[in-house]
C-alpha cells in the first residue's frame, strides 16, 4: 500500500510539471467591449424598432429593410464606444426582414440569429407583433409540418430539395389530400415560402379557422442553374431558366409528390402560384398546361409587351379557348403592389390581355411594392379560395 500512494503522488508531481507550461500559456482574458450586451433588434414602444451594430473601426453603415419605401437606404449613427444605431418606424405589425452594409459590404446582424437564406446571400429577419399579423403568427393551433424532401430531378440529373407542408393529421390519417404547389421569387430558393414567407403559419390559422380546405403545400426549388456566359436578369438566359424549372415541375416534382403523399390526382386538385420569378414561371407551366391547375396566382408578375407574340404563341390552347379555359380554371388570381415598379405595368398588360380573350379573372391592387408584405397576403387572401 505506501508504494501504491508514493507511485500515484510521483505522478502527480510529474503531470503538474509538465501542465504547468501550457496552463501558464493560456491567453488572458479578452477586453469587455459594448458588443458583449449589445441588443439588435429590439422592439421599442410605438411600434418602433432600434438596430445596432459595434463596428468601432467602421466610417459608414447603412440599414436596408423591406419596410423601407424606394431603394434608399438609412443611416446609422456612431457613438463614442463604437456602437452604430438608427430607429424605424412605427411599423405596421408584421414579419420584416433587413441587412446592414458596412463600408460598403453586406453584413448581417451579428446580434440577430434569425436569419432567411437565399441562392447567393443572407438577410435577417424581425416580427413585430400586432392585429395586422395575426394571419401570419405562430398560434397556439393545431399545427402541420414542414418536411424537407430530396429528390432525384431528371431535368438537371441531379438531386434537388423542395418544402413539403402537410396539414395537422396527417399522419395518423390516411384521408388524400388536395396540393398547392408554391413557387417562391428570384435569389430565392425551396426554404423562402417556410421562413420569411411564413407559408405553414399561415395555412395553419386558415385551417384552425375553418376558412380553408385541408391540403398538402408544395413549395420547390425554382432557382434554377443558367447556361454559363448569360448575364442575371431578363433574356435568353432567364428563359432557358424558366423552361428548365417548368419541364422539372412537370416532368419531376408532380409525379414524386403524387407517388409519395396521398395526393389526390387531377386539375381540379392541384393549384399552382407564385410571386415575381415564380409568378412568370406559373404562367408559363399554367398556361402551356391549360387542364393541370384549376387554380392559378400571379403574384407580382406579368407580361412585358416586348415579348407579347411569344407569350400568347406559347400559351395559345389556353387563351383561344376561353369557353373550355373557363371551364377548366376556377380561379386565375392576379396580384400586384401600386408602388410595384418592376411588376405592376406587367400584370395590368396580362389582365389587358386576358379581358380581351374572354378569359375570367380577378385583379387586386394592393399598396406597397415588390415585398414579402404584400406576398404573405396574397398567399392568405387565395389559399382559402382554393378547392372549394
Request: proline share 9%; aromatic share 10%.
Amino acid at each position: 500500500m505506501p508504494f501504491q500512494i508514493q507511485t500515484v503522488s510521483a505522478r502527480l508531481v510529474f503531470l503538474s510539471s509538465v501542465l504547468a507550461p501550457y496552463a501558464a500559456a493560456q491567453p488572458p482574458a479578452r477586453p469587455a467591449t459594448p458588443n458583449d450586451t449589445l441588443v439588435s433588434p429590439e422592439a421599442l414602444a410605438g411600434n418602433r424598432v432600434a438596430f445596432r451594430i459595434y463596428a468601432p473601426k467602421a466610417d459608414a453603415v447603412t440599414l436596408r429593410g423591406d419596410f423601407m419605401e424606394g431603394p434608399g437606404a438609412m443611416n446609422l449613427e456612431k457613438d463614442a464606444s463604437g456602437v452604430w444605431s438608427a430607429i424605424a418606424g412605427p411599423l405596421v405589425p408584421d414579419f420584416y426582414s433587413y441587412s446592414f452594409n458596412v463600408d460598403g459590404v453586406k453584413t448581417i446582424d451579428p446580434k440577430n440569429a434569425l436569419v432567411k437564406q437565399g441562392i447567393g446571400s443572407l438577410d435577417n429577419m424581425f416580427h413585430v407583433p400586432g392585429d395586422e399579423a395575426a394571419f401570419e403568427d405562430n398560434k397556439p393551433v393545431p399545427h402541420g409540418e414542414i418536411r424537407m424532401v430530396w429528390y432525384r430531378s431528371s431535368t438537371l440529373d441531379a438531386m434537388r430539395r423542395m418544402h413539403v407542408y402537410t396539414p395537422p393529421g396527417y399522419d395518423g390519417g390516411s384521408a388524400r389530400y388536395p396540393v398547392f404547389y408554391l413557387l417562391h421569387g428570384g435569389g430565392d430558393e425551396d426554404s423562402g415560402w417556410s421562413s420569411i414567407g411564413r407559408a405553414g403559419f399561415i395555412i395553419d390559422n386558415l385551417l384552425a379557422g375553418n376558412k380553408a380546405k385541408p391540403m398538402i403545400v408544395v413549395m420547390p426549388n425554382g432557382s434554377m442553374p443558367r447556361p454559363p456566359n448569360t448575364p442575371p436578369g431578363p433574356g435568353p438566359g432567364a428563359a432557358l431558366a424558366q423552361e428548365k424549372f417548368a419541364s422539372e415541375l412537370v416532368k419531376d416534382v408532380i409525379p414524386y409528390v403524387e407517388k409519395h403523399y396521398r395526393a389526390l390526382a387531377g386539375g381540379a386538385n392541384r393549384a399552382l402560384a407564385g410571386l415575381s420569378m415564380g409568378g412568370g414561371q406559373t404562367l408559363r407551366v399554367g398556361l402551356t398546361n391549360p387542364d393541370m391547375f384549376a387554380y392559378l396566382g400571379v403574384w407580382s408578375a406579368g407580361v412585358n409587351p416586348r415579348t407579347n407574340p411569344d407569350f400568347e404563341k406559347r400559351s395559345a390552347a389556353f387563351l383561344e379557348n376561353p369557353e373550355k379555359t373557363n371551364k377548366s380554371v376556377k380561379l386565375f388570381w392576379i396580384g400586384v403592389g401600386a408602388n410595384d415598379t418592376l411588376a405592376n405595368a406587367g400584370s395590368k398588360h396580362l389582365v389587358e390581355l386576358l379581358k380581351q380573350r374572354g378569359i375570367r379573372h380577378e385583379y387586386h391592387e394592393s399598396p406597397g411594392g415588390h415585398t414579402w408584405i404584400n406576398w404573405r397576403r396574397y398567399l392568405n387572401d387565395f389559399a382559402l379560395r382554393l378547392f372549394r
